[in-house]
């Protein structure tokens, strides 16, 4: 496919709009919340700061580098860059992991659907915590309905990728971010106004320094990477479509700071609110799906705050699942030269294959694991404790040590028409830290960071 053909993006709204829905997602709204309060509040959310601004920036700079210099998708870019080399395995990982991410993330935001229909019906009234549990472990488990929710998300997300670049997902980028703003407005006014909401506000905001420890940084650091959508062909694919003079170092500014704003505004949302009710912050996983319906069933007009707090759930999951799925669909349709309507077709007919294996592996295919693992969590685990990081290290490594420098300044400033003041810093902590710390943040995963300190104390 002659890359000068590639479709764009048609606005620098579109590019924002589109590359921080494609970071924002259920990592920020559920996973970041119960990160930081089971690691302490505060003294989480000042080293996440720390690991936005070092590690997440730069990388995500570099795969913008990537994406733009090759305007290929995430496996051709190394047919360009690095041609007849081995590199290309940093491209097939990046979709393959996006790839298997759908598997089990489909399934997530199908959950999404099943509590905006039992917000509607009012099902979600009068139950006790005891009660929110039971219905969740019963939903989760049972054959039919998560599954025809999988497949109807998966659906939602083949249309708009059908739909294009353009058209598909710039316009619904446009749409759905500013709505996803606005409802997080509305719950952390209503959040900050509950009785006792300074508790929550302290715990988010005024840092206890001696809950820092490694666990912490090495969390937060994870929290970070995984935040941005590093490391899964994203962000180099829709950096892809961005036009010859966007402001690369700019849209990594914007994308990183909404991203992160979108974070903290959960965490707004959430923390006053838990503690206005007497709950435990470190509440888990299980935050989104058994603990909030609980708070919000206490609330005059409870079930339309859970009604709007699941759409909430719902429009960021669907705008990372349009960004995986463009992964897959950008390297079906340039690399085997089919029609775009045929390559979303096959990886939305394969994501629901892996989807439904997901979801019967947490009811009647629960015995059946690998490794120990259920087929949702072997998913789980692959992607983010092994593909992930391994993809942003090699990413790193790549670019820092194969990629001349003046190539990388001239694509980073626009042939020189913008100017990048920390050029040699970012160099720096591209090429040494970020993959010393990424390379923490895969052994910590593991769990074999822990096994040292045990092994040393």
């Excluded at 080399?85 to 099943?114: H, Q, R």
């Amino acid at each position: 496919m002659s890359t000068e053909k590639r479709v764009t993006f048609g606005s620098k709204l579109g590019v924002v709009l589109a590359t921080v829905g494609c970071a924002v997602g259920l990592g920020n709204i559920w996973r970041f919340p119960y990160m930081t309060g089971i690691n302490g509040g505060a003294a989480f959310l000042l080293i996440y700061f720390i690991c936005i601004l070092f590690l997440g920036l730069p990388v995500m700079l570099t795969e913008f580098f990537i994406g733009r210099k090759s305007r290929r998708n995430a496996a051709g870019v190394f047919k360009v860059m690095a041609p007849g080399t081995k590199w290309s395995i940093i491209g097939y990982n990046g979709v393959f992991a996006a790839f298997f991410i759908l598997g089990f993330y489909a399934v997530v935001s199908g959950w999404t659907l099943e509590y905006i229909f039992q917000a509607l019906s009012g099902s979600l009234n009068g139950k006790s915590a005891e009660e929110f549990q039971q219905d969740f472990t019963l939903f989760s488990g049972s054959i039919i309905r998560p599954i025809l929710w999988t497949f109807l998300f998966i659906g939602m997300t083949h249309i708009i990728i059908v739909s294009g670049v353009k058209k598909g997902i710039e316009r619904a980028s446009k749409i759905m971010m500013p709505v996803l703003f606005l409802i997080l407005i509305i719950l952390c006014v209503r959040s900050v106004t509950l009785p006792n909401a300074h508790l929550g506000l302290d715990f988010l905001f005024k840092p206890d320094f001696s809950k820092i420890n490694s666990s912490v940084i090495l969390s937060a650091m994870g929290q970070a990477f995984f935040s941005l959508s590093i490391g899964m062909g994203c962000l180099i694919t829709y950096s892809s479509y961005f036009v010859k003079d966007t402001n690369l170092q700019k849209t990594a500014l914007q994308v990183t700071f909404l991203d992160t704003l979108v974070a903290i505004l959960a965490g707004i949302m959430i923390f006053p609110a838990v503690f206005s009710f007497g709950i435990e912050p470190t509440a888990g996983p299980e935050l989104v799906f058994i603990t909030l319906p609980n708070v919000f069933n206490q609330l005059p007009l409870g079930n339309i705050w859970s009604l709007i707090f699941f759409i909430l759930l719902g429009v960021a999951a669907l705008t990372s699942t349009i960004s995986l799925h463009e992964v897959a669909t950008a390297y079906m349709h340039e690399e085997y030269k089919m029609i775009r309507s045929r390559a979303a077709l096959i990886v939305s007919l394969g994501i629901l294959i892996l989807g439904i294996f997901s979801s019967l592996s947490m009811g009647i295919l629960k015995e059946y694991t690998i490794f120990g693992l259920t087929f949702f969590e072997f998913l789980d685990y692959i992607t983010a404790k092994v593909m992930l990081p391994l993809g942003g290290m090699l990413i790193c490594i790549y670019v820092g040590f194969r990629v001349d420098r003046k190539i990388l300044k001239a694509e980073l400033t626009n042939e020189g028409t913008v100017p990048f003041y920390f050029f040699n810093t970012y160099v720096f902590f591209m090429k040494y830290i970020a993959p010393i710390a990424i390379g923490l943040i895969f052994l910590n995963e593991l769990g074999l960071i822990q096994k040292i300190q045990e092994l040393v104390a």
